[in-house]
């Protein structure tokens, strides 16, 4: 049978890692969060006290021992961490010292099982441009912030949408690997959708 690759890009809080995980475990497919790996790394920055400004000079030390179950951490997706990694994800370096690893993965889940699915802001443009299928989850970053104040309601509101603000910004006007809708990308907008009827349909636009 055909190994495949699901892709799926999409802003901060868009919802697009919670339907890449609810996609591998229909298909029984390998899943990674790309975006984690930033948010371990400025989980780190932050842990050694690295200023952010001089954090590529701390690269092999940063990047060291990566373990797939440590992107599950969810201390890692505090608004502190995601803000660390929108600045980190600009550099180049960085980019280029986790790239590889990323396309090992895919390798791997070829490998030993029948695929992949990886969710974050590159993975249709950049990591897995020949993806088998690729979508952009989006929301307007009102509804995004509202959701994510569900999730972690000991934050304030105006504060993530703030947040959201600024990382959509940073990650569409970085130089290096800015977010972008794929031209082959099909666009999942769940603004006005639950996670059921996000998935069901992305799953529609595979099953043709």
Do not use: W
Request: net charge neutral; charged share 30%.
């Amino acid at each position: 049978m055909k190994k495949i690759v699901i892709a799926i890009d999409g802003p901060s809080a868009s919802g697009k890692g919670t339907l890449a995980k609810k996609l591998a475990k229909h298909f029984d497919l390998s899943y990674l969060n790309t975006g984690a790996i930033y948010r371990l790394i400025a989980s780190r920055v932050i842990q050694f006290k690295i200023e952010v400004e001089q954090f590529e000079n701390h690269l092999t030390q940063l990047v060291k021992d990566i373990n797939e179950n440590d992107l599950e951490n969810d201390e890692l997706f505090s608004e502190e961490v995601g803000a660390c990694a929108s600045i980190i994800a600009k550099s180049k370096a960085l980019r280029q010292a986790i790239f590889q690893m990323q396309r090992q993965f895919v390798e791997k889940a070829k490998q030993e099982k029948m695929g992949c699915v990886l969710d974050g802001r590159d993975t249709t443009t950049v990591i897995c441009p020949d993806a088998d299928y690729k979508f952009y989850v989006t929301a307007d970053v009102e509804i995004r912030a509202k959701r994510r104040h569900l999730q972690f309601p000991n934050l304030i509101y105006e504060d993530i949408l703030h947040q959201l603000k600024t990382r959509d910004h940073n990650d569409i006007n970085r130089a290096e690997s800015p977010l972008q809708i794929a031209k082959d990308a099909v666009i999942i907008d769940n603004g006005q959708l639950n996670v059921e009827q996000s998935f069901l349909k992305t799953l529609e636009h595979i099953k043709k």
